[in-house]
């Protein structure tokens, strides 16, 4: 009889291999993308946003919740880019939320380039975001 480490092991997955995300998405996760997307545009369109005025925190922190919302629909819809991406820009939005000072313009502009970004990674068909590297 196998034990469990060996049962196990013949389902998981080696460091670094490509998985295929299912394509059982349903029609309301791409809807909730979209919607989240909106969300994050409105956030990153605020006028303290702009390059002469510097967010608060409360933007930034708005921005974050938001992000994350992005994240949290894009991962169930399988757009694993849109999720990776949005990953790599929470370890930015998380610092400039632990900053006590204002934050500066190039990194306002920077998370203006992510929507910009993200509404460009939602138009590409979702066979070029099936993939998703482990570990």
């Known amino acids: 009889m196998p034990d469990t480490q ?3 092991a013949r389902h998981r997955h080696p460091a670094g291999a490509f ?3 299912g394509s059982g998405v349903q029609p309301d996760a791409c809807l ?3 919607a989240a997307l909106a969300s994050l545009v409105e956030i990153a369109s605020r006028p303290s946003f702009g390059s002469s005025v510097s967010p608060g925190q ?3 922190l ?3 919740l938001a992000l994350m919302h992005l994240r949290d629909s894009a991962h169930a819809a399988g757009r694993a880019r849109l999720t990776l ?3 790599a820009l929470s370890v930015t939005v998380a610092r400039l939320l632990d900053r006590s000072t204002q934050v500066h313009c190039e990194q306002c502009e920077a998370l203006k380039h992510f929507v910009a970004h993200a509404q ?3 138009r ?3 066979e070029h975001t099936g993939l998703v590297r482990t570990h």
């Open 85 to 87: 991406a949005c990953d």
């Open 124 to 126: 590409l068909p979702a």
């Open 120 to 122: 460009a990674m939602l």
């Open 32 to 34: 909730t993308v979209e």
């Open 6 to 8: 060996a049962l196990y």
């Open 62 to 64: 708005a921005y974050a």
């Open 19 to 21: 998985l295929r995300l």
């Open 58 to 60: 409360d933007d930034v």
